[in-house]
């Protein structure tokens, strides 16, 4: 028996304790008894046809710059393909490469980054910048990739495997679920699957296609498995069971929040606050204990905005300060297109713009 499927036989019998875990261990060691070679190249060849056929035209596959499919791979992780394009061009086009970027002013940065949530990302993607500068170039293997700031073994085997043809197996968020469905097992670890199928004469092509594949037809609710190019080999499609895969994780439960952000104007400018949210922002102040100096006027609306498992509602009201309270900052208009600004602080000054 290989190492592989010993492996996942002592996972399946630590688990299987009830009827079904029983059920989906037996089908779990059923795929990967029988995913001989032949069964494995016949996959591979399927998917990577398809892949080459089918594959969406996006920025980043135009390139192997490993600078620029680190940015979009950063870009890309919580993010949607089409809000992530239009940042990924403004970005490689200011920044065209680690040494631009490991010299950008913090400010300038957050505001090319602003409306893509995350911050931590920009400021990952600056320190990792700077340790390329230091490092002379950009790492090629991946250890040294996996050692830069906020680079994670997904992201190392992405840009491994894409930029320098490496053999490293990639597992996101989309290659999880493929391979829950295409061995009918919610439970198995998915790394060692994707290694055992991972095409090592071209990675790039073959992690890109499986990527392909869980984002465009073995979609999360409705699986596309009309259209799917390896659905012969889908142990969840005949099972019945590709909508229930994979399994969810339990969600921390959701808070309903109420926030007041104050639209406080002094000769023609607007009064900002460090953001209680997110570091390096700047937002509008926020109402959280009356002052003697303040004076609240009308109300300009209400706008909704959600922080992963938070959903706010913010009313914006007009104020009166009579002095500003300490770091927060007068600033002009035309400053604010310059600042990296809050998302909730844009929302509340569309309101007013519009009012
Ligand atoms: Fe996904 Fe359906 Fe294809 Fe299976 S057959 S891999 S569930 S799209």
Known sequence: MRNIERNVLQIMNARATDGDEVVQAENAIFYYRSLVL????SLRLKLTRWYDRAQRDLPWRRTRDPYAIWISE?????TRVAAVIPYYQRFLERFPDARALAQAPEPELLALW???????????????ARQIVEFGAFPNDYASILDLAG???????????????????????????????????????????????????????????????????????EPRCGECPVAAHCAARRAGTASDLPLKRAKPAPEHLERALLLIR????????????????????????????????????EFRHTITHRHY??????????????????????????IPLS?????????????
């Open 313 to 338: 509602r913010f009313t914006v009201k007009e104020a009166i300060a009579g002095a500003a309270p300490r770091g927060t900052r007068w600033h002009t208009e035309e400053e604010l297109a310059r």
């Open 266 to 301: 002094r000769n023609g400018r607007i009064l900002l606050t460090p953001s209680l949210r997110v570091k390096g922002f700047w937002d509008l102040p926020e109402l959280l204990e009356r002052a003697a100096s303040l004076r609240i006027g009308a109300t300009l609306g």
């Open 38 to 41: 032949p069964t494995i190249r």
């Open 114 to 128: 602003s409306g893509l949530g995350y911050y931590s990302r920009a400021r990952n993607l600056q320190k990792a």
């Open 151 to 221: 680079v994670g073994t997904y992201t190392a085997a992405a840009i491994a495997s894409i930029s320098f043809g490496l053999p490293h197996a990639v597992v996101d968020g989309n290659v999880r679920r493929v391979l829950a469905r295409l061995t009918n097992d919610g439970h198995a670890d998915a790394q060692p699957i994707a290694d055992r199928l991972l095409d090592r004469r071209d990675p790039a092509r073959w992690n890109q296609a499986l990527m392909e594949l869980g984002a465009t037809i073995c979609l999360p609710r």
């Open 343 to 355: 998302t909730t602080a844009r929302k509340a000054l569309r309101i007013y713009n519009a009012g």
């Open 74 to 78: 950063v870009m890309l992780q919580q």
